[in-house]
């Protein structure tokens, strides 16, 4: 699989860089957990990339193309931002929240056509939200928000999805269940995602590789799949003092404990 | 077929609404014209009488004045509600009230002022307030909605200082009589004649603005998402704001400044809809232009400023919205 996204010494912050010189590269295919402790510059990054920021400095590259040249309608059919933060204004319907996620390519004057309610509706059936199509978006709780916007970003279309946190509100089912159905649609190989995680042992389970923030420089690179328990237990223990990673030893994954 | 029942009713109830009362109106007026005759004016007769002199130079401008002006307070009021996710923004909020009002006395005060100087002035004061809110913002280099409302308030209380400057100056006489009753607002010195230029600006904008209706409800899911969804929501704040003030003040120079029908008339659209997608905004010009003829009837009866009715109008819609807000009607955040 070929490069889908390409960072070149990334500096990005508000008032002072936060995120400071990072480079790396993700393909096609590839589900990238990004970790690292509170205000290790995680969030400013996922912002620093789809240049969000105005103190940035340095390259991002979608399939080759640098974002910075790119209108914003442009770089959103190429990025989809899940941010932390999504305010949802009393009256939207789940309905209106998505089409509005193909904004990107019908632009401002278009109405959605049949094609976006098809897309719409894929994507409701997707995330297992298809019987909230008609209620108010602001009236639902925070967790089955969080699958409404993860279902627009999926009926946005972008090859490169750049989730934070997406699931800080969903319950123990769902969560699994979101990894599941993002996994399914990163398997084709046309997109990777890029995933702010604040549980070691999720992100161990379910990513295929993982970088490590600290204050806001690329520390360590970690493959489950591949890197040895031990560095995975000091490049983890590292990051987060006193955690614990086993092996289960039958399917061999790998669990965290705190001591 | 559920889903859109609502809205086919309150679109109907709406409908029904402010055309009863622009029908009603024009059966109202210190002129008396009988059912009979406006009938026969209606269909052609009565040409060159009195009577059909003050029907179609008076009665009948001053209903689609009316209706012209609270359709663009009422529309201007749902766009504002939305892009600024506040449930208590307003065409005020801008300042092109105020602004226009500070014009408007301008013209009276320096000029002794024709109806068109008049009409001129308020505009373009109207125009420069949002022109100023705009290069406030930009200057603090914080795009945020909060920063379009402060920024506001500053040009409002700006041009509120100009407005006592003037009434001061002012001749106790005449002129200051004149500001007084220009700042709350009246239709009775509406003829046929004021009635194109603002009739166009409304329909000009409205067309954009619902041709629109896409980027003001992206805007109402906040700067971060809007912009992950590659709308540039600094760009198209100020269209829309620009859009927005180029009707008011249109229709605020004719009328003078008529208070909260931008503010009330959203929240009883969003009342009867429930939601603010779908028809949302026209039923807000709909029902904004009832509250004007409503509040025009008593007016006109007893003489008196549109304002202290539309203030009688607001005061149980704003109570009934005091009411929700306990049930979070309107977010966390509003």
């Known amino acids: 699989m070929g490069t889908m996204l390409e960072v070149r010494n ?72 899940l941010p932390q933060h999504t305010p949802s204004s009393p009256g939207l319907r789940v309905e209106e929240v998505l089409e509005l996620g193909r904004y990107p390519w019908e632009g401002p004057l278009r109405p959605p056509g049949s094609q976006t309610r098809e897309l719409v509706r894929r994507a409701a059936e997707q995330f297992g939200i298809e019987g909230l199509l008609y209620r108010d978006c602001a009236a639902l709780s925070q967790g089955q928000r969080q699958l409404v916007q993860l279902a627009r970003v999926a009926v946005q279309g972008a090859p490169v999805l750049l989730l934070d946190e997406p699931n800080s509100a969903l319950d123990f089912p769902n969560t699994h269940q979101f990894f599941r159905t ?78 | 077929m559920k889903k859109r029942g609502r809205d086919w009713a309150a679109a109907a109830a709406c409908l029904l609404l402010a055309g009863g009362l622009g029908t009603v109106s024009l059966f109202v007026g210190s002129f008396p014209l009988s059912l009979s005759q406006i009938g026969s004016i209606l269909t052609g007769g009565m040409e060159g009488t009195l009577e059909a002199q003050v029907f179609w130079q008076l009665r009948f401008p001053r209903m689609c004045m009316g209706l012209l002006a609270g359709w663009a307070l009422g529309l201007a009021g749902g766009v ?97 009589a004149a500001i007084e009753v220009w700042t709350m607002g009246s239709l009775s010195a509406m003829t046929a004649d004021k009635l194109p230029l603002p009739a166009a600006a409304v329909v000009l904008c409205t067309v954009a603005l619902l041709l629109l209706r896409r980027p003001i409800l992206m805007l109402s899911l906040g700067d971060e998402q809007a912009r992950s969804l590659g709308l540039d929501p600094v760009f198209w704040r100020g269209v829309l704001l620009t859009l927005t003030t180029l009707m008011v003040a249109a229709v605020v120079s004719v009328l003078g400044a008529v208070a909260f029908v931008g503010l009330i008339a959203p929240h009883i659209a969003r009342l009867l809809l429930g939601r603010r997608g779908g028809p949302y905004l026209p039923l807000c010009g709909l029902v904004g232009g009832a509250v004007l003829l409503c509040a025009d009837l008593p007016a006109r009866v007893y003489t008196l400023p549109l304002s202290i009715f539309t203030v009688l109008l607001a005061v149980p819609v704003l109570a009934a919205l005091l009411w929700r807000r306990k049930e979070g009607a309107y977010g966390d955040d509003a």
């Open chain 2, 80 to 176: 504002y509600q939305t892009v600024f996710r506040n449930p208590l923004a307003s065409p005020d909020l801008t300042g092109v009230a105020s602004g226009a009002s500070l014009g408007a006395a301008c013209a009276i005060v320096l000029g002794a002022g024709t109806r068109l100087e008049i009409m001129g002035g308020s505009f373009l004061m109207g125009m420069a307030a949002l022109a100023l809110v705009l290069l406030l913002v930009g200057a603090a280099r914080l795009e945020r909605t909060g920063s379009y409302i402060l920024a506001g308030v500053i040009v409002s209380s700006l041009a509120e200082a100009g407005l006592m400057t003037l009434k001061v100056m002012a001749d106790p006489e005449r002129e200051l």
């Open chain 1, 10 to 81: 990334l500096w990005a912050g508000y008032t002072d860089f936060v995120v400071r010189d990072l480079s790396f590269a993700v393909a096609g295919g590839e589900l990238v957990g990004i970790l690292g402790r509170n205000g290790s510059g995680k969030s400013t990054l996922l912002r620093g990339l789809t240049c969000g920021l105005r103190r940035r400095r340095g390259q991002v590259l979608v399939r080759g193309e640098d974002c910075a040249a790119l209108s914003p309608r442009q770089r959103a059919r190429r990025m989809a931002l």
């Open chain 1, 182 to 259: 993002l996994t399914g649609l990163l398997a084709g190989g046309e997109r990777c995602a890029l995933v702010v995680l604040h549980d070691p042992a999720l992100a161990l389970r379910w990513c295929g590789r993982l970088l490590l923030l600290e204050e806001g420089r690329l520390v360590g690179e970690l493959r489950p799949g591949e890197t040895g328990l031990h560095a995975v237990q000091s490049a983890l223990g590292r990051l987060y003092p006193g955690l614990q990673v086993r092996q289960d030893r039958e399917s061999g994954r790998l669990f965290c404990a705190m001591e």
